[in-house]
């Protein structure tokens, strides 16, 4: 029995943050009923690598019933209200002010029904000079200066998956389950507004008060971190790198002790602190490079873990997709079964269902007959 057994969510969504949102509440247990265009959630078409079904509809739809409606048509707005009245939460992901010039805006649904909770996601939210734009991932990773400091020393990159809606998804989750609860002690609803422009302006809090109180915004360090020394890849001497971080000086003296075999390394007044360790970064990295150069990458791991120093390989997607420390569950498609990390999430001695990947309207024809 999942936690929000009973609970109906719908969502009129798309893309990946309300799908994540939603994601996350069906693995719950909540019925989520999917609205869908005739043509499907845009997402179905990112690609078609898991036999014939995108890889982000398949991560973030499963457990859900698809109901295709055209709200702009009477019939179909009168379902979709329907609905709502008996819904839970209702969450939406349409252009700003697209969902109230349709009649469901949060304001007149709550008036209407006092308990449900809506949950608008947005761009860059529902009011400010940028509330029109249009927001897609790497705009909003590029917007907000989390590109400008990602990536190489001479070049800014983007984050290799979709952060910012990821991000705003799981704030929106986070902040229906406080809701739920809210409405279990007063009976009321809330009404909730997430954007991807604040959720990552929110992850770049440490930056930005880095430029705020000391002038200067962390510069891009490529597979280093900006402000923490050493703390990152170095190349052991079969080729392959190996990344090791350090969080403080009791680390410090062991990784110098037990890895680089110079524990008076520890007290050399350029490494003696994190400060002057990044202030002297080109230093501290020639020594650490020539002790890593005359060993192997299993050499240097031995090291590095019998000194208690934290390390990680630097990987590859094809390491990860045969790492042993992975978990997969499968899940059906409307063309198979796909094999999907499993919930990073673990309850003790219950194992989650793992709902359907449904085809597009595949619910239609029974929610219309429930909800007629």
């Not at 693995?27 to 036999?51: C, P, T, W």
């Amino acid at each position: 029995m999942g936690a929000l057994d009973g609970v109906l969510v719908v969502s009129l969504e798309q893309a990946v943050a309300a799908p994540l949102c939603t994601a996350r509440l069906a693995e719950a247990g909540a019925r989520v009923i999917k609205i869908e265009r005739a043509e499907g959630d845009f997402a179905r078409g990112y690609d078609h690598v898991v036999d014939g079904e995108s890889a982000y509809f398949v991560w973030l739809n499963r457990g859900k019933e698809s109901l295709v409606l055209d709200i702009k048509q009477p019939e179909d707005a009168a379902l979709l209200d329907r609905l709502l009245a008996q819904a839970d939460v209702f969450v939406q992901n349409l252009a700003p002010g697209a969902a109230a010039r349709a009649g469901f805006g949060s304001e007149a649904l709550r008036a209407r029904h006092p308990r449900i909770i809506t949950v608008d996601i947005s761009g860059y939210g529902e009011d400010g000079p940028a509330r029109d734009m249009k927001a897609y991932d790497f705009l909003i990773q590029c917007e907000t200066g989390l590109a400008a400091i990602t990536g190489g020393v001479n070049e800014a990159g983007r984050v290799g998956v979709s952060v910012a809606d990821i991000a705003c998804g799981m704030n929106a989750h986070a902040a229906v389950l406080q809701a739920l609860i809210a409405r279990g002690r007063n009976g009321e609803g809330s009404a909730i507004a997430v954007s991807l422009f604040d959720a990552i302006a929110d992850w770049m809090t440490v930056p930005l008060l880095h430029y705020d109180y000391a002038g200067r915004a962390p510069t891009r360090a490529g597979l280093h971190h900006a402000t923490i020394a050493p703390y990152g890849a170095y190349a052991c001497g079969d080729g392959r790198q190996v990344v090791l971080a350090i969080q403080n000086e009791r680390e410090w003296l062991g990784f110098c002790t037990g890895v680089l075999l110079d524990v008076e390394l520890a007290g050399d007044p350029r490494f003696v602190s994190n400060s002057a360790r990044c202030a002297n970064r080109p230093a501290l990295d020639a020594v650490i490079d020539g002790v890593f150069r005359e060993l192997d990458t299993a050499a240097v791991i031995a090291r590095l873990s019998a000194a208690g120093t934290a390390y990680a390989s630097l990987n590859e997607i094809a390491d990860l997709s045969r790492h042993p420390q992975l978990r997969r569950v499968d899940a059906l498609t409307p063309h198979g079964r796909a094999a999907l990390p499993a919930s990073p999430v673990r309850w003790s001695g219950t194992t989650p269902t793992i709902g359907e990947v449904p085809a597009i309207g595949a619910n239609s024809a029974t929610i219309r007959t429930e909800f007629s």
